[in-house]
């Protein structure tokens, strides 16, 4: 087995180092990703009237709820 240089030590740990401050950014940014979602989807509130609501496709609160345990 040969043995590295203090040098080659040093470039392998800041390696490391970078890649673990990499990986936990994007832990970060899905936790926040997630609690946003949540408190997007708790916000959201029937509403009952007999007023027309034109509407799309697009189901905000669904949506919501998907991402969210994609992410979790």
Known sequence: MVELSYKQKLTKVKYWLTAAEYCQRKIDAY??????????????????????VSG?????MGSAA??????E
């Open 31 to 52: 936790i926040n990703e997630t609690q946003e979602l949540r408190s997007l989807a708790e916000k959201c509130t029937a509403s009952y009237s007999h007023a027309h």
């Open 56 to 60: 799309g496709p697009y189901d905000r």
């Open 66 to 71: 998907i991402r969210m345990v994609e992410y």
